[in-house]
């Protein structure tokens, strides 16, 4: 997410701006009807946002538990810095 607002702005009842990160999330599943959200979807700059399973909403949560987020940095209309990242996996060669 970059910020830009879009989907906030189409899908006000599925989507807010976090202050402190400055990036889209949603707060509310089934806030707005299906073809609203895919309005919204549609329109994301950098895509993405995507519709996923329950399971695979589950998982993605857990690994997004290893990212550490700039929560200074502001991509869009604030002053950008690298986001920070932490990753965590296994190689085997």
Request: with cysteine.
């Amino acid at each position: 997410c970059i910020g830009c607002t879009f989907c906030a702005s189409f899908s006000p009842s599925t989507f807010y701006m976090e202050e402190a990160e400055g990036r889209a999330r949603v707060f509310k599943q089934w806030g707005d009807t299906d073809d609203v959200v895919s309005s919204a979807i549609e329109t994301c700059p950098v895509d993405c946002i995507h519709y996923v399973s329950w399971d695979d909403l589950q998982r993605l949560e857990r690994e997004r538990e290893e990212i550490v987020i700039n929560r200074m940095a502001r991509l869009v209309g604030g002053d950008s810095q690298r986001l920070q990242v932490k990753v965590s996996y296994e190689t085997s060669f």
